[in-house]
């Protein structure tokens, strides 16, 4: 099996790259989602694949981490979804913004990928829904949301990030489920001076509009 391919990056196709390794070019079929990731042509590159073996034939998929390439997967453990379709969905989606719509049983988000059904999408968020950690998908989410603000030093970042996370502990702890909690907080424009107190209050008032 080959887990991954470190590389000069010789080509950029449409839903495809080549990476050049030990002299030998590895095509690759990669999610839209990850081609803005990419270096320019002729950098090093590491991606992480997948083979893909169907009646259709073999592919190579590869992907920007190992949680990707494990959200494909998980995708492909769901009845009626192949490695094309897969790759559809994280191409019309982020990993991130799949595992966010997939806790939150957003499945309209789902069948936005083309190729995909409303039934299919269902499906996925009824298959995958358990296998994901709720809270620390929101925790993930919070952390990216402070990362791409640039509002937070890293250190201002993590005690947002605790804070927030407190929030969500305490709403749980009020009856709230996992997911509303976790919507009605990441709705909370976060900033590092704030309190539990402060997030909680303007997520309750949050959870009125869910």
């Known amino acids: ?23 030998v070019g590895y095509g690759i079929r990669v999610p839209a989602t990850l081609i803005g990731k990419l270096p320019s042509i002729g950098e090093e590159v590491k991606i992480y694949t997948y083979f893909s073996v169907t009646q259709n034939g073999v592919d190579l998929c590869g992907f920007w981490t190992p949680g990707d390439r494990e959200m494909f997967t998980m995708l492909l453990s769901v009845s009626g979804v192949g490695p094309k379709a897969a790759l559809g969905i994280l191409s019309a989606l982020t990993p991130d913004d799949l595992r966010m719509a997939i806790v939150t049983g957003d499945s309209k988000a789902i069948s936005r990928a083309p190729g995909v059904g409303s039934k299919t999408a269902q499906r996925i ?31 201002g970042a993590a005690v947002s990030h605790s804070a927030a996370k407190e929030a969500i502990e305490a709403l749980v702890a009020l009856g709230y489920s996992e997911m509303e909690a976790g919507k009605a907080v990441k709705k909370v424009e976060i900033t590092k001076d704030m309190t539990v107190d402060q997030i909680l209050k303007l997520s309750l008032k949050n959870l009125s509009f869910l």
């Open 1 to 23: 099996m080959i887990s991954f391919i470190h590389g000069e990056l010789a080509e950029v196709q449409d839903g495809m790259i080549v990476v050049e390794a030990s002299g």
């Open 125 to 155: 968020v009824l298959d995958l829904k358990d296998k994901l950690d709720a809270t620390e998908v929101f925790s993930s989410a919070l952390d990216h949301g402070a990362e791409n603000s640039g509002a937070a030093s890293i250190g």
